[in-house]
Antibody, heavy 121, light 107 residues
């Protein structure tokens, strides 16, 4: 059974960089069958797609965040990571990592449990 | 970006009620529409894909329909475990965008 687990600081200062890692277990991140994604949800609000990475390193980002986002992959550790720079209070959210099926672009079938990141001084 | 507008934003319903949630896209998305259910403190779970296909393991009381710009999620007979927030997701074009959610509460 595939499991995803987010890790990283729960508090980030304004203007600093938010950094999260998603560790994948029970399956290889190097499988060509999936995109590895980040999605976030501000408290009490809806879902926002941040971007994804393929095991080869190719990425696609939400244009609304593209100037501030970097998603990377470390196949040796079976992990992928999110960096969001110049954060503000508007970036406070639960951040989820998720696996999306390659041929099914709504196929977000496995998710991490989510990690709350608060942006505050 | 394609904007997805759900209605209503919230609703109260009783067990056994028929519930219909609507999602409208700001431009045509063919049938590239999925529905997710999210319970408090839990991750979203896909119920419907390709507008009307039922995800394996999801009860048959859930159904979806629509194409183009207007879509509906119907729960034929609301059960206690169905009280949750429902989101539509368009994946016709990047970036994929979610509706703002419809919270179904107990009347």
């Amino acid at each position: 059974q595939v499991q995803l687990q987010e890790s990283g600081p729960g508090l980030v200062r304004p203007s600093q960089t938010l950094s999260l890692t998603c560790t994948v277990s029970g399956g290889s991140i190097s499988s060509g069958d999936y995109y590895w994604s980040w999605i976030r949800q501000p408290p009490g609000k809806g879902l926002e797609w941040i971007g994804y990475i393929y095991y080869s390193g190719s990425t696609y980002y939400n244009p609304s965040l593209k100037s501030r986002v970097t998603i990377s992959v470390d196949t040796s550790k079976n992990q992928f990571s999110l960096k969001l720079n110049s954060v503000t209070a508007a970036d406070t959210a639960v951040y989820y990592c998720a696996r999306r099926d390659y041929y099914d672009s709504s196929g977000y079938t496995y998710w991490g449990q989510g990690t709350l990141v608060t942006v505050s001084s | 970006d394609i904007q997805m507008t759900q209605s209503p934003s919230a609703m109260s319903a009783s067990v056994g009620d028929r519930v219909t949630i609507t999602c409208r896209a700001s431009q045509g998305i063919s049938n590239y529409l999925a529905w997710f259910q999210q319970k408090p403190g839990k991750v979203p779970k896909r119920l419907i894909y390709a507008s009307s296909s039922l995800q394996s393991g999801v009860p048959s009381r859930f159904s979806g329909s629509g194409s183009g710009t207007e879509f509906t999620l119907t729960i034929s007979s609301l059960q206690p475990e169905d009280f949750a927030t429902y989101y539509c997701l368009q994946h016709n074009s990047y970036p994929p965008t979610f509706g703002q959610g419809t919270k179904v509460e107990i009347k």
